[in-house]
Structures are given as structure tokens and as C-alpha cells.
């Protein structure tokens, strides 16, 4: 291992272009449509024992059509929650209604559930976080702290590695969007590989893109405003078990957890991943070039620093300092970078900023959860995939151990846990009401959420693995290098911490 020299003039920073890999892959879409179809009608009209309601029978019939549609990505997110709504709509419509089974439900009163997501706080709440991470975008405040940070630095690629830790973890206060996050920092770290003379996919560039994207994926677990998937969790365990989590609750359950799980990628990905040269000299030069053409800080970055801390602070002492929710103090904070001379941005640049499909996505995940709560789906599901393994009967470390290594497993084949927590929160609040257990329902749920981040293992389980991904700078075998003991970690810090810390703190 030796250094690495930059020439004596200061090297000129390339740009890099993050685009998707192209393949030659047959085109399966239609063959996944039909098969999502299918499923969707068979399992509609199987013999109905009265076990489970008709309307719980069809609600499962729309989540195994949703499920196919997810993992397979044959159409994209929004396409098929627009196709989940006509669904609802139309199956649950001529379903019995589940307050009186001698009347139909109807269309009207279908669709009011199929739309019943877009009412929920935790919607608005994704739809205030896009808006936040818009304002990082518009103003580039994002890719300025991370160039800050990293400009701090050391030349030691060791030193690197730990910067692009912290800089995933000092954005994820500030920009709720892993994929924003992701997109700030990988084009920073391969500006600096390609800067003195590596390819992107060599091993140093490995390193760097690797521990950036598992790192932002660590601090969805560790923020609650960190990540959609966390809002989701929130809204069901606000409809259906009626308790509220503050984001400083959230943050002491889940803080600590992903503190113990960066210090392990630390380690793991320096044992894994040998760069080609320990040291980079000339580093801070290329990244204070790159701080140089951002140029001194602007008025609208000022302003979205105060409203950002402010921000933060009233986030961290929700119900201690005062009354307002998260999602309440998030809104007003958009409203205030929308205003005329006080704002940071102007509509018209949000509307190209915004993934309007998230939102859309977002809201039907919701629906669709609250339908299969509502309908007993989820608990007939939960009942039909937990009951045999006798549950009620082990102790609660054993529960949530088959659980969690459930949970592991089934996202495999999703790549967005946005997706992932629609389908299995419901399923798992079902099950924690059915446990006998003396356990706190809300703490079991939370952990399982917890675990649905863990897009640890390959690069499409996350989109922000497979944004990195694009880049060419590692193969899917390098990911795997560092997924497989990261989740292996993850997995046996959950039992730990279910044995211990959040048993201590009242989570368990």
C-alpha cells in the first residue's frame, strides 16, 4: 500500500454522472403483469370457509397483485398504486360490507378507503420531507456540507471512509431523503478518485461509494425523519394502536443502534475492501477546489440553515418544550422556504424537484395497510404465516428472532422498503396484538421497522444501493462483501438490544 501523488498543479475535478447500467435482459414485464393478474383472481375466487370475511379475502387478493407488481418493478411505483386504487375500488365495492355482511359496501364507500391515505399526517409528512430535501437540492446546501465535512479531513483513506460515515450522518438530520443523501455525497467521493487518475471502479472508489450508501441506509434506522418507510410505520401505529412516537422517542430508541452499526461498517469495510493507496495526497486540495466553485455562502442557504436547525430543534423536543407534532412544525418550516424574500426557492423550481409518484406510492401503501387491517386480512395472514410456529409459546427474544430473520429474508425481493413496510407493518401490528406475551405492541412493531431498513445486502434493496450501483463503481459480489456481515451484525445487535437497552428503556 503506497501513496497516492497528485500532480503539482491542482487536479481538475470531474464531473460524475450517475446513470443506471444497461442491460440486455429480455423484457419479462408482461409476463409479470399476467402473472400479478392471475394471483389476483385466483385467490379472489377460491372457496371462502367464512374464517375470513370477503372483504379480507379480496383485500389479500390486491396485496399479493401489489406484491408481484413491487418485486418485480413490472410497472413502475405509481403506476401501480393508481392500479391498487381501481382495485379497492371496484372488489371491496361488491364486497359484503364488514359492519353488515347482508349489504354490500359499495363503490363510493370502496373508494374512500382506497383514498383514505392521502388523509394521513404521516403522508403530509413524506410530502413536507420531499419539499425539505427540494430546498437542500435547490440550494446545494447538501453537497456544501458534505465537502465541509470531508474538507476536515485527513489524506488517509482510512480517514475518507470515516468522513463519508459522517457526512451520511450529519445529512440525515437535515435532508430526509435517502436517495437525496446518497445523490450528494457518491458524486463527491468519485470526483475524488477520478481526480487522481483511479477509475471509478476501482477498489479505492469501491470503498468510498459502498460504506456512503450503507451508511445512509444505517441513518434511515437511526432518524425517524430519516426515511418514507419510518412514516409508515408511524401512520399504522398511530390508526391502529393509538400511540404517537416524538422524534426524540424514536431517536433514543434507535440512535444508539445505528451508532454501534457505523462503527461496525467502519471496520468491516476497511477489512474487506483494500484500497490501492492508504493516503491521497493533494485530497483536501481537490475538495477545497470544489468548495471554491460553490463560492461563499448565499442568502438562501443562510436562511435554510436557521429554518433547518430551528427545524431540528423543534423535532428533538416535541412534547417537551412544546405541543406541536412533527408533522405540524415540518409544514410551516415548507411554508416559510416557500414565502416571497423569506423563502429559499420558488414553486415553480419544487415542481421539478418533487417525486410527485412518491407521495402517490406513499399514500396507497397506507390504504392499502389500513384495508387489510380493517378487513382482518392482515390478521388472517399473520395468523396463516406465524401461527404454526407456535409463537405465543416461545419467549419473546426467540419471537422476535424468527421475526426479524423473516423480515430479512422477504426483503430480498423488494427493492423499496417504502413498499415493504406497507405490506408487513400490518401484518406484524396483527401479530403483535395476537402474542400473549408480555410485551409492549408498539416496541415489537417499531423494532420490526427498525429492520426493514436493512437494505444491506444487494443493490436493489434500496434505491439508494442501486443509484450508487449506477456508477459502475462496484460489482454486485463487492456489495455482498460488506452486506453479508453488516446484516449478520444488524441481526445479532437487534437480540442484544432486545435483551438489553430497549427492554431497559421501557421499548420491550
Known amino acids: 500500500m503506497g501513496k497516492l501523488q497528485a500532480s503539482k498543479s491542482t487536479p481538475s475535478v470531474q464531473t460524475v454522472v450517475i446513470e443506471p447500467k444497461e442491460t440486455n435482459k429480455r423484457n ?72 353488515d355482511p347482508t349489504v354490500v359496501l359499495g363503490t363510493k364507500d370502496a373508494l374512500k378507503l382506497a383514498l383514505g391515505g392521502f388523509s394521513s399526517s404521516a403522508v403530509a409528512l413524506v410530502a413536507a420531507a420531499l419539499f425539505l430535501a427540494a430546498a437542500m437540492q435547490a440550494t446545494n446546501l447538501h453537497k456544501r456540507l458534505a465537502l465541509w465535512v470531508l474538507s476536515l479531513l485527513g489524506t488517509k483513506t482510512k480517514a475518507i471512509v470515516f468522513g463519508a460515515i459522517l457526512v451520511s450522518i450529519i445529512l440525515a438530520f437535515f435532508v430526509p431523503s435517502a436517495t437525496a443523501r446518497a445523490g450528494a455525497v457518491v458524486p463527491i467521493l468519485l470526483g475524488m478518485v477520478a ?40 401512520g399504522f401505529i398511530q390508526d391502529q394502536l393509538g400511540i404517537d412516537i416524538s422524534w426524540g422517542a424514536w431517536f433514543l430508541y434507535a440512535a444508539p443502534f445505528s451508532i454501534l452499526m457505523s462503527i461496525a461498517l467502519f471496520f468491516i469495510m476497511n477489512m474487506l475492501i483494500k484500497p490501492e493507496t492508504d493516503q491521497i495526497d493533494g485530497g483536501k486540495e481537490v475538495i ?64 421539478k424537484l418533487i417525486p410527485w409518484g412518491t407521495i402517490i406510492v406513499f399514500a396507497v401503501g397506507i390504504a392499502l395497510g389500513t ?22 409459546s416461545m419467549p419473546i427474544l426467540a419471537t422476535i428472532a424468527l421475526v426479524t430473520a423473516f423480515n430479512i429474508l422477504i426483503h430480498l425481493g423488494f427493492a423499496s422498503a417504502t413498499s415493504l413496510a406497507s405490506a408487513l407493518i400490518p401484518v406484524f401490528i396483527a401479530l403483535a396484538t395476537t402474542i400473549t406475551l408480555d ?70
Not at 461509494?209 to 408511524?234: L, P
Not at 471554491?292 to 438562501?300: C, M, N, R, W
Not at 417499531?446 to 434500496?462: E, T
Open 28 to 99: 419479462l414485464k408482461p409476463l409479470w403483469i399476467g402473472l400479478a393478474f392471475a394471483t389476483l383472481i385466483i385467490i379472489t375466487l377460491l372457496p371462502n370457509n367464512g374464517d375470513l370475511p370477503v372483504a379480507g379475502q379480496r383485500g389479500l387478493a390486491i396485496l399479493a397483485f401489489a406484491v408481484i407488481l413491487w418485486v418485480t418493478e413490472a410497472v413502475s411505483y405509481p403506476v401501480s398504486s393508481a392500479m391498487i386504487i381501481g382495485l379497492i375500488a371496484i372488489l371491496l365495492g361488491f364486497a359484503p360490507s364488514i359492519a
Open 439 to 508: 410485551i409492549d405492541q408498539v416496541g415489537f412493531v417499531l423494532i420490526q421497522q427498525f429492520v426493514i431498513s436493512f437494505g444491506f445486502l444487494l443493490p436493489i434493496s434500496a434505491p439508494q444501493n442501486m443509484l450508487a450501483y449506477g456508477t459502475g463503481a462496484f460489482t454486485t459480489k463487492d456489495f455482498l462483501k460488506s452486506g453479508i456481515p453488516l446484516t449478520i451484525f444488524g441481526y445479532l445487535l437487534v437480540l442484544l438490544f432486545s435483551a438489553t437497552y430497549w427492554k431497559w428503556i421501557g421499548l420491550l
Open 195 to 234: 481526480a487522481f487518475g483511479l477509475e471509478k471502479n476501482s477498489r479505492l472508489g469501491a470503498l468510498l461509494v459502498i460504506t456512503a450508501v450503507q451508511s445512509v441506509s444505517i441513518w434511515n434506522i437511526g432518524i425517524k425523519t430519516g426515511a418514507a418507510q419510518n412514516m409508515v410505520a408511524i
Open 371 to 392: 384495508v387489510l387491517l380493517n378487513t382482518q386480512g392482515a390478521q388472517w395472514l399473520s395468523d396463516a404465516v406465524f401461527g404454526s410456529l407456535g409463537l405465543n
Open 288 to 351: 477545497k477546489k470544489q468548495l471554491a466553485d460553490l463560492g461563499p455562502l448565499k442568502g438562501e442557504e443562510i436562511r435554510l440553515i436557521i429554518i433547518s436547525i430551528a427545524l431540528l430543534f423543534l423535532w428533538a423536543t416535541e412534547g417537551i418544550v412544546h405541543p406541536f407534532d412533527t408533522t405540524t412544525v415540518t409544514i410551516v418550516a415548507i411554508a416559510m422556504l416557500l414565502a416571497p424574500k423569506i423563502g429559499v426557492y420558488t414553486w415553480e423550481q419544487v415542481e
